[in-house]
Each structure stands twice: as C-alpha cells, then as structure tokens.
C-alpha cells in the first residue's frame, strides 16, 4: 500500500493530467537485418536454425516449419497445476490499470509516463508445472522457469529433448503473470520493472509451493537454473539473472521487451529495461550469464504515446547483441524473417535447438 500511495503522489504532483485511451499499434515495418547500424549476421538457409553449439548472430525464415521436437504426442512427463492468491503473496499483493486508460507522457520528460488509473486489485495465478518421468525423487533436479505461463510448448519441446538425452532431465515451472499489460498494470510491474523483485518472488513463494504441491526438489545450483519469456516477460527473464546471478545463469528471450517500459519510475535505471544495452551491461562487469535473443523483423515499433525512442524493439534486441559481443558473453541472438512480435511458428522452429544451446556446456554436479 504503501508503494501505491507513493506512485500517485508522484503522477499527481503540480500536473493537471489528461487520461488517455490505450493506443492502437501501428503497423510495424518490415526490418532489413543488413541494414546500418544492426549487427553483422551469419545467414542460415531457409528453414534452418543456428547450432547449439555456436554463439553469435545468425538470421533465419522466411519460413518457420515446426520442430521435430515439437509434436503433440501425449507427454510421459506429469503436469501438475496449482493457483496463488494475490492475498497469500507478501511481495505482489496486486495493482490493477483500468480498463481502456493508458497514461500520458511526463511535459518535463517524454522518457516518463504518469499513470494515474493503476490501483490496488486482487489477483489469482495459475502455476503449471511439468516434471519428467526420468527425474529421481530426491535428487536436486535443474529447471528453467517461464513466464506468461502455461507454457504447452516448452512442455512438448522438454519432453521429447529429454527422452532424446538431448538436455538433462529439467524442471519446467511455468508462470502465469498477474494480469494486464504495461505500466500501472500488475504484469507490467513484475515483468518490466528493473530489479530483483520478481526474482524473490519467485525464490520465496513460488518454488517452496512447487517442492511442496509437485515432490520435486530444485537444484540451488545457479549453473543448472534458468529463465525464460517473451515480450515484457523476457525481459524479466533477464532481470531475473542480472539481479540474482547467484540464483540464475541461464537466459531465453524471444521479442524481448529491452524497452522503456518501467513503472513507477526509477531515478536508479531512468529508461528501464533500455538502459541494459544503453548503460547497465556496457558499464557493469560480465556476469556469469548465458543468454539467447531472438527478434522478428516485423517486431513492434513505438506501440505507445511516449514517442521517447526508446520503444523499437528490433533495435533493442540489436544493441542487445551489440553489448552482449563486446563484454564476450556466451550469447545467441535470431533475427527472423518474416516473423511479428512473439511469433508462434519461430518459437515452434527455434525453441528445442534454443533450450539445447542454453544447456550445452551444462555439467551436472550434485549439491
């Protein structure tokens, strides 16, 4: 309550505000991966996906034919699915944007959006979580963690790379966000806001419930934990490690939200989740992280009124791949042709040999 009263003292102070619907996006145009400015990529022949084994920049589509991997046969893992209470959570206790309101942009800062419509809401998540038939209960098992959960795909992808001995026998915890999208919703605030919150929300409430309601014991290894999302939600994923290396090494983002899209502001990190690629890897020592990106050449551009040019995605995820190269991370980053704003047929293409890519210099221990 307390971080609520604060953020609508901040929208209020000395401006007469204009409520704004939410924006219609325009149509984003179609992006050349060879064009200035964007980083020098290896181009893959149609319908093929870059190695596990390699890192670096690598082009593929225009066609996105599903995985082998990817089949729908029923899985010989178990499923397991359970629901939290915004009333249970001592972290998220739920906001809430009004339906159709959006914000207006800062008259002193056009980098800032004052939101004045977000208020306390309760929310329920749902948390699905897949185990593989081939895990030993009580041992310490690796598992990677998603947003925007249920995740089906990353079920199907997991069941048949681990039967294939493709990836270690991984945990798979899918969440769901806590509702809306953006600034002053509760899904804007978990996945876009620039710190280790949403991490310790995971660390504290969410994996205790899965050991407890699934009869699984996590691994505290972070070299065998990893993230992923799409959009907002790999931009979490990123967060997720950045803050808490300790906990995570492992990233998996598709579309990334690498953007300005934090709410409340941060004095700290003035341009979100942009200022990864503007300030915060370029400046800050390399983490012991791994990470893959991908971004579709007609990924989205300036969705919002903020007009501050820190809302391009396709470049975001480029000047992502720039910084990653230049602090020698272990990175791969996609360019897909012919492919929108979390596009369903790349994540069917890409996503198994993506997951084997992230694992590949996994060395299990026991802990």
């Known amino acids: 309550m307390k971080f609520f009263k604060r953020t609508c003292a901040f929208a209020l102070l000395g401006t007469v505000?204009?409520?704004?619907?939410?924006?219609?996006?325009?149509?984003?145009?179609?992006?050349?991966?060879?064009?200035?400015?964007?980083?020098?990529?290896?181009?893959?022949?149609?319908?093929?996906v870059p190695p596990a084994d390699a890192d670096g920049n690598f082009i593929i589509g225009p066609t996105h034919h599903?995985?082998?991997?990817?089949?729908?046969?029923?899985?010989?893992?178990?499923?397991?699915?359970?629901?939290?209470?915004?009333?249970?959570?001592?972290?998220?206790?739920?906001?809430?944007?009004?339906?159709?309101?959006?914000?207006?942009?800062?008259?002193?800062?056009?980098a800032k959006l004052i939101v004045t419509t977000s208020h306390p809401t309760p929310y329920t998540r749902?948390?699905?979580?897949?185990?593989?038939?081939?895990?030993?209960?009580?041992?310490?098992?690796?598992?990677?963690?998603?947003?925007?959960?249920?995740?089906?795909?990353?079920?199907?992808?997991?069941?048949?790379?681990?039967?294939?001995?493709?990836?270690?026998?991984?945990?798979?915890?899918?969440?769901?966000?806590?509702?809306?999208?953006?600034?002053?919703?509760?899904?804007?605030?978990?996945?876009d806001t620039m710190s280790g919150r949403y991490a310790e929300f995971v660390e504290t409430e969410v994996l205790p419930l899965v050991e407890k309601k699934c009869s699984v014991?996590?691994?505290?290894?972070?070299?065998?934990?990893?993230?992923?999302?799409?959009?907002?939600?790999?931009?979490?994923?990123?967060?997720m490690a950045w803050y808490h290396p300790d906990w995570y090494h492992s990233v998996m983002a598709y579309s990334g939200t690498f953007v300005n899209q934090q709410w409340p502001p941060n004095p700290a990190t003035p341009h979100g989740a942009w200022g990864y690629h503007e300030q915060l890897i370029p400046e800050t020592p390399a983490k012991p992280l791994r990470v893959w990106l991908e971004v579709g050449d007609r990924d989205l551009l300036n969705p919002n009124i903020m007009r501050d040019g820190m809302h391009d995605w396709v470049m975001a995820n480029e000047n992502m791949a720039k910084v990653l190269a230049a602090k020698n991370y272990h990175y791969q980053f996609v360019f897909a042709r012919n492919a929108g704003h979390g596009d369903h047929g790349v994540k069917q293409q890409t996503l198994p040999e993506a997951l084997i890519w992230l694992w590949h210099d996994y060395q299990p221990t026991t802990n």
Not at 28 to 38: C, E, L, V
Not at 39 to 47: F, R, S
Not at 78 to 99: C, H, L, Q
Not at 163 to 182: E, F, M, R, T, Y
């Open 17 to 48: 505000l204009i409520l704004s619907a939410a924006p219609s996006r325009p149509t984003p145009p179609t992006r050349n991966p060879h064009a200035p400015g964007f980083v020098e990529a290896k181009e893959l022949p149609d319908g093929t």
């Open 217 to 239: 014991t996590l691994t505290r290894n972070p070299d065998a934990r990893a993230t992923m999302g799409t959009s907002s939600g790999g931009a979490c994923a990123l967060s």
């Open 66 to 110: 599903p995985a082998a991997e990817m089949n729908t046969n029923a899985l010989s893992g178990t499923v397991f699915n359970f629901t939290m209470n915004s009333a249970d959570s001592k972290i998220y206790p739920g906001i809430a944007r009004e339906p159709k309101t959006f914000g207006t942009p800062d008259p002193n800062d056009p």
């Open 126 to 191: 749902r948390v699905s979580v897949y185990v593989p038939k081939q895990y030993v209960p009580g041992t310490a098992a690796p598992f990677i963690v998603g947003a925007d959960g249920p995740d089906k795909l990353l079920f199907n992808a997991l069941d048949n790379l681990i039967a294939a001995k493709k990836v270690p026998p991984l945990v798979a915890i899918s969440i769901a966000n806590g509702g809306g999208d953006a600034q002053g919703s509760e899904r804007g605030l978990e996945y």
